[in-house]
């Protein structure tokens, strides 16, 4: 008689399932990997509610302690008993803790490391700690991933990744199956009513769309921002400074944001920096327009202005102009929900599960790291639906 092999064991470790996108991804991703048939253990270094719910109550989560020391420990204990295959790290200083733990363990599992932001590094003496032993990281990992283009080079000339050891995976991005996508009458029929979203954090750079929105002349628009961080109160301040108070909603963060698309016109991203956009995609999928500053993943998302306007930076005169022509001229609601298939679990995960099978293969065979992963290759067809539900 003959048993099928165990299934492929994966950990995924992050700090804490928070209100951003990488923690939403990380839950999502977990959830639709066990979907599909891995044995998936969730590891953390303390509890947090935001995006707790998109991770499938049957994956078991350990939390190790917020102490970087005993963490690593933790952590080391937590390899040697559960003997994963492959592990997936995301965020501040998660990915050299990581690889601390690792060596502690004399665990095999293969390391995939990932990279979520340009401006991570900035986070904390841990987050900029994985970025400075990116060199020595990206020599001992099996891959280096980053979510786009852009970030992936930033890694390699600026932080001294491996270039042959670091690849691009942009974000699979969940929508519900059920999301409807307007026609180009009724978009044009709603309220003219903006929504962005994201941490209100300095790189988000809401008080350049709030300086924006006030020099429109449509009197009868609002901006809803959704988020929660520490600029809401200077945001709180410039909303009030200008008048706003009226217009100007600070919703707070939601991890079900589908209402508000299916209610906006348009999505703006103000963003000084974004290494990938999630809400870009999100907007995309339920046929808004996009307005988006040229910071990084949503100019690789929006085809460098092909579905959607980019603007500079910081301008908040050309962030207004452009946000009076969207509103005036939305885009094709169908083309922008098709551009954001691209970025679908369906065509995404597959990519994870390709890298996955790839480097336990280099594991078994004692093979270098090979980054030539085919990105536009059609995935396999998959059953098992995400966690990441209303």
């Known amino acids: 008689m003959t048993t099928s092999p165990p299934r492929t064991k994966l950990l995924f470790y992050i700090p804490g399932l928070l209100d951003g996108g990488a923690e939403r991804l990380w839950a999502c991703l977990a959830s639709e990997l066990h979907a599909r048939g891995y044995n998936v253990v969730f590891a953390q270094d303390f509890e947090a509610a935001d995006n707790r719910n998109n991770l499938h109550p049957a994956i078991p989560v350990h939390t190790v302690g917020r102490s970087h020391v005993s963490g690593v420990r933790a952590l080391a204990r937590l390899l040697a008993a559960e003997r994963p295959d492959v592990t997936l790290s995301a965020v501040a200083g998660s990915n050299l803790k990581l690889m601390l733990a690792r060596t502690l363990s004399r665990s095999n599992a293969a390391p995939i490391l990932t990279y ?26 099996a891959r280096v991933v980053a979510v786009s283009d852009g970030l992936r080079d930033t890694l390699v000339t600026r932080w001294g990744s491996r270039a042959s050891n670091t690849i691009a995976i942009h974000n699979p991005v969940y929508v519900p199956p059920t999301a409807p996508v307007p026609t180009l ?10 929504l962005a979203a994201g941490r209100l954090s300095a790189e988000k750079d809401f008080t350049t769309l709030i300086r924006a929105f006030a020099r429109l002349d ?29 217009r100007v909603e600070l919703a707070g963060y939601t991890a079900e944001p589908w209402q508000y698309y299916e209610t906006a016109r348009l999505f703006v991203c103000s963003s000084r920096s974004e290494s990938f956009g999630n809400t870009v995609v999100e907007a995309m999928a339920h046929g808004l327009s996009i307005v988006s500053t040229a910071c990084g993943g949503p100019t690789e998302i929006l085809q460098r ?32 929900r098709q551009r954001a298939g691209d970025f679908s679990f369906a065509e995404r995960v597959p990519v994870y599960e390709r890298l996955i099978a790839d480097v336990l293969t280099e594991r078994t065979q004692g093979c270098a790291g090979n980054s030539q992963i085919k990105l536009s290759a059609k995935p396999p067809t998959h059953s098992g639906q995400a966690r990441c539900t209303p």
Do not use: C, Y
């Open 185 to 194: 009458e009724q978009i044009s029929a709603r309220p003219p009513v903006i």
């Open 218 to 246: 449509r009197t009868d628009a609002k901006l809803t921002i959704l988020g929660k961080g520490p600029e809401r109160e200077n945001l709180t301040a410039e909303i009030a400074r200008l008048g706003l108070g009226g």
């Open 305 to 336: 202005g092909s579905h959607g306007r980019l603007t500079p930076v910081g301008d908040e005169i050309a962030l207004a102009i452009a946000i009076d022509a969207a509103l005036t001229n939305p885009s094709d609601p169908a083309s922008q």
């Open 116 to 141: 979520h932001g340009f401006e991570e590094w900035r986070t904390g003496m841990a987050s900029f700690a994985t970025f400075a032993s990116l060199p020595a990281l990206s020599r001992s990992a």
